[in-house]
């Protein structure tokens, strides 16, 4: 069942919020011991929601859109109380004393939040073996890793825990495990979506968007979260449409569809590359037209361009994590001995990776020659962006070059596993929307999924043509046992 | 021998911006005398997956400072990181401007020995405040039982950089400075310039310029906490460095610590020296478009500053340049004397009065200027009175006594006091004096008949008419009317001799 079919079994009192979480509750404590996907469960208050949500409606009122439907939210979105880890150790402890933007605007509209997602560590990572809560499985095949970073997200809705769960995607954090985990995922544009309350990585890169295992789902749940508000400066202030208007009669007729040729050479898997082309041929045989485009810069400057200017972000907004007032602190006879055992030990490996290289983009004599530069390739991959989408719509492009790997493949491999993510940056340091679609299995049972990309705040295009190859390639069910 | 120094000072003064609510987030910024961290919120305490969201007054009123000092105003203006870690900045980086300050290019004239001296200002930026330490040691140090506090009230609190060229050559000329600054920023309501509280901080750099041709490194003084400080301070690091220069010893370019009890700088090297802050642009604020219309009705709404008021009340209305100054320091203190000025008083008693009497009323009672019940109509009216001979400066400082204390006006105030409206017409007078005279004859006829040397006799009957009519009229007035009535006994006697 999916988020809508659930509120609406809610609201008609089919079946009650209470039974929704109980069944959700349940599923989740079988699977748990093999996937790992939720760092912190929040079944008690998932309940005790879920009851509230049974009491407006005996008591004939409306309990959202949302009005108990299980929702799990990436384990770096505040909520008042509650543990925020971030998946780090460094954060062990610190319960936030305020709600993220997204978790009042989920609650506001009756979603029961019944559990935090693991993560890698500050959502640095592109596999969720960087977590200090331990990694997670794929449910499709839990010898692979789900991607990442959100990679406890991606698997939640693909084993069936939630029908819906919010990640935050960086460089493909949303993208890739979707991909990964045979589910839709959407990386809004930069600005759509609130951050107030998101733990930030790196701020002009993080966009919050959902997952979900339907089109109609993903536009459900973008019409709750996307806000205007003023507490996030870089976020639009401008209206937002209805997404679930703008994909009741989904259509691509007449619209083009910009394909990169040398993104779909080279090295991407061939069941990958097959996956593109046949969504390729359906679009067309839907009545759009398929049009080269070219992102050289993209292609060649983007996986080095963004490992400066996120890490030198990071490095920045992960400096106020120095154990002086919440979270984890190693106790030291001096000031500067404390900051750097606690420091040191509160963070992971990949974590201290970016920090130092950021630190070192940012630095005095390198800042011109790292971070300037990386600013104005940044500008580059926007302008070509923007000449492609004089010739198309929408692109369409992997979501990764890799079906998903193995757990421990490329845990000690740092390069290979950013290159995981070498179709999604691009999107981030361009501020563009992407969607990572569903479109199969392939041969020995891995997910495939394929990446479209508009313009800025064409969000709704994006669903759009989601809808129109979901209509076609069908929804992905739940891993193990299908359905219910 | 016969080296000589030319000292070079360049000051970064730090204001505290009057808003009401901080930088980026909606916390009170009034944190005098509040419980440590009650005014905090997850914003300014750095807490994870927060955002700032600026505060549109401060921008206006660093542009209301920035337009007063003739700085050009940067149309699009940006925020950067400056990142280091100390357990006062909750977030490990400030929030600060760097390559595109808000202002730069402005100007301040001071006056110094009465000359006017312009300095130039460099630039202007905005950034936010951090909290404050106490330590339970005094070197800081987080060792055994020893601990800090920190109190985030202040924490993201408003600030303006001012950041002056290197063009003051003494103490005197940077204390004159801080003063011309802190006056402006009074003036304009930018910042209360309190230098006790914090709200006005400054940082002086110093060198030494030699009559050899070298030029001694540039050395930052902090700590700078009155403008005493200020003073001894620089005097005691021009001398040093004048000392090191003389033996032929380079100077260290470093930071050192004003110690106001032993009354020297010293080194602080490590904190700020060993940093490279790692500037680069905020990324969670956009950039700040400011509108040319914007930067034009705030100039226009800019008011008169004080050194232009100071050259218009020296040049209209002939003050001397202390007296000038005096009425001009306070905005609330001018605004009483052009009105005064205005509803007809002559300036220079004006000038006089107020600086004297209206701010004596001001000290005893503790109130604004602008709050006496004595308004600039009533202090003109009594003015006038004096100034045509119908009160004596006495009696109208008894009648302005009674109408500060009782709240009434002139007419009211004179009959409360026993003097009559319109004080004693020369009829009037002259009558009075005549009956003194009657009353002390031998006294009279030894001033009449010119037989008073070093006219005593007259002094003590003056005396006596002016304790008869209670100082209702000038001395002046008693006088004339003296002559009037001598000249008239000399002509009834030349009359009678022919």
């Not at chain 1, 954060?91 to 009756?110: C, N, T």
């Not at chain 2, 006056?183 to 509280?197: A, F, I, K, N, P």
């Amino acid at each position: 069942m999916d988020a809508a079919r659930i509120a609406s079994g809610i609201r008609e009192a089919e079946f009650s919020a209470r039974e929704v979480i109980q069944s959700s509750i349940s599923r989740i404590r079988s699977l748990e011991p093999t996937l790992n996907a939720i760092i912190t469960p929040l079944f008690e208050e998932a309940l005790s929601r879920a009851d509230r949500v049974d009491r407006i409606i005996s008591e004939g009122g409306n309990p959202g859109p949302l009005g108990g439907v299980p929702v799990v939210v990436k384990d770096n979105m505040c909520m008042k109380g509650i543990p925020t880890t971030c998946g780090s150790r460094i954060l062990e402890g610190w319960k936030p004393p305020y709600d993220a933007s997204v978790v009042s605007s989920l609650e506001e509209a009756g979603a029961v939040i019944i559990g935090k997602s693991n993560m890698d560590e500050f959502a640095m990572g592109s596999s969720t073996e960087h977590s200090a809560y331990g990694p997670t499985s794929n449910p499709r095949d839990t010898g692979r890793v789900p991607g990442g970073s959100s990679g406890g997200s991606a698997a939640s809705v693909a084993a069936g825990y939630v029908p819906i769960a919010l990640g935050s995607d960086t460089g493909g954090s949303i993208r890739q495990p979707a991909a990964f985990c045979g589910v839709h995922g959407l990386k809004p544009t930069y600005g759509l979506v609130s951050r107030w309350g998101l733990v930030a990585f790196a701020s002009s890169l993080d966009q919050i968007g959902p997952f979900a295992r339907s089109i109609s789902d993903m536009a459900l749940v973008l019409d709750v979260i996307s806000n205007n508000d003023p507490r996030d400066s870089t976020c639009s202030s401008s209206e937002r449409p209805s997404f679930s208007d703008c994909i009741k009669d989904p259509s691509v007729r007449g619209k083009k569809v910009g394909i990169v040729r040398e993104f779909i050479g080279g090295s991407l898997d061939p069941s990958l590359k097959g996956a593109i082309e046949k969504t390729a041929s359906m679009l067309e045989a839907s009545g759009a037209e398929i049009v080269d485009v070219a992102l050289p810069m993209s292609g060649e400057y983007g996986l080095p361009c963004y490992y400066i200017i996120a890490p030198a972000e990071a490095s920045s907004n992960l400096s106020r994590f120095d154990g002086v007032r919440y979270g984890m602190r190693a106790e030291a006879s001096d000031l500067i001995t404390q900051y750097i055992k606690t420091r040191g030990s509160g963070f992971g490996e990949e974590v201290q990776r970016r920090i130092l290289t950021g630190t070192f983009a940012l630095s005095s004599g390198y800042y011109d020659a790292y971070y300037l530069l990386a600013l104005k390739v940044r500008r580059l991959i926007c302008s070509e962006f923007a000449r492609a989408f004089e010739r198309a719509d929408v692109i369409l492009m992997p979501a990764s070059p890799t079906l998903p790997f193995r757990k421990g493949e490329l845990v000690d491999d740092p390069i290979s596993m950013y290159m995981s993510d070498v179709f999604t940056l691009p999107v981030n340091l361009a501020g563009l929307p992407g969607i990572t679609v569903f479109t199969g299995f392939e041969g020995s049972g891995l997910p495939l999924g394929v990446q479209l990309v508009a313009p800025r705040f064409q969000d709704s295009r994006l669903l759009e043509f989601a809808g129109v190859i979901e209509s076609w390639a069908g929804r992905p069910g739940i891993s193990p046992g299908g359905d219910k | 021998m016969g080296l000589e120094f030319e000292t070079v000072i360049g000051l970064e003064v730090h204001v505290q911006l009057a808003t009401r609510s901080k930088l980026f987030c909606p916390c009170s910024t009034d944190y005098i005398g509040a419980e440590p961290n009650s005014n905090v919120c997850p914003l300014c305490l750095g807490l994870p997956g927060t955002l700032p969201s600026l505060n549109r007054k401060a921008i206006d009123l660093g542009l209301r400072a920035a337009l007063a000092l003739k700085c050009s105003i940067n149309r699009k203006t940006r925020f950067h990181r400056k990142n280091y870690f100390y357990p006062d900045l909750p977030k490990a980086f400030q929030i600060s401007q760097y390559d595109v300050p808000l202002a730069v290019s402005g100007s301040m004239p001071i006056t110094i020995d009465g000359r006017v001296k312009n300095i130039g200002i460099t630039r202007l930026h905005l950034e936010e405040d951090a909290g404050k330490l106490v330590h339970s040691t005094s070197d800081g140090r987080l060792s055994g039982a020893m601990f800090s506090l920190v109190d985030y009230n202040r924490s993201g609190v408003p600030l303006a950089e001012i950041v002056s060229e290197p063009e003051l050559s003494s103490s005197e000329e940077a204390r004159e400075y801080v003063i011309s600054l802190r006056r402006l920023v009074r003036y304009l309501g930018v910042s209360d310039g309190d230098m006790e509280s914090g709200s006005l901080r400054v940082d002086a750099n110093v060198s030494q310029k030699c009559s050899d041709g070298r030029w001694g490194n540039r050395v930052e003084i902090k700590n700078l906490n009155s403008l005493k400080a200020l003073e001894r301070a620089l005097e005691f690091e021009i001398s040093r460095q004048r000392d090191l220069l003389g033996k032929g010893v380079e100077i260290i370019q470093e930071t050192r610590h004003w110690d106001d009890g032993a009354g020297v700088t010293r080194s602080s090297r490590g904190k700020e020296e060993a940093h490279d802050y790692r500037y680069f642009p905020e990324p969670d604020l956009p950039a700040i478009r400011i509108q040319s219309a914007e930067v034009d009705r705030m100039a226009g709404a800019l008011p008169e500053l004080p050194w232009e008021k100071r050259e218009r009340y020296a040049k209209e209305w002939g003050l001397n340049l202390p007296d000038a100054s005096s009425l001009s320091d306070n905005p609330d203190v001018a605004e009483f004397f052009e009105k005064t000025v205005a509803s007809g008083a002559e300036p220079l008693l004006a000038a006089n009065w107020i600086r004297t009497e209206i701010l004596r009323l001001v000290n005893e009672n503790e109130v604004k200027v602008l709050d006496l019940s004595v308004k600039p109509e009533h202090l003109s009216a009594l003015l006038n009175k004096v100034r045509g001979g119908d009160l004596s400066n006495t009696a109208a400082k008894d009648v302005l006594g009674v109408m500060a204390k009782e709240g009434i006006g002139l007419s009211d105030a004179m009959k409360k006091a026993g003097v009559r409206e319109g004080g004693f017409s020369t009829d009037a007078l002259e009558e009075v004096v005549r009956a003194i005279l009657e009353a002390n004859p031998s006294e009279a006829d030894l001033v009449l008949g010119k037989k008073d040397p070093g006219d005593k006799k007259r002094k003590f009957l003056t005396g006596l008419v002016m304790r008869e009519i209670r100082g209702q009229a000038s001395p002046d007035a008693v006088a004339a009317a003296f002559e009037g009535i001598l000249e008239s006994r000399e002509d009834m006697g030349n009359a009678h001799s022919h």
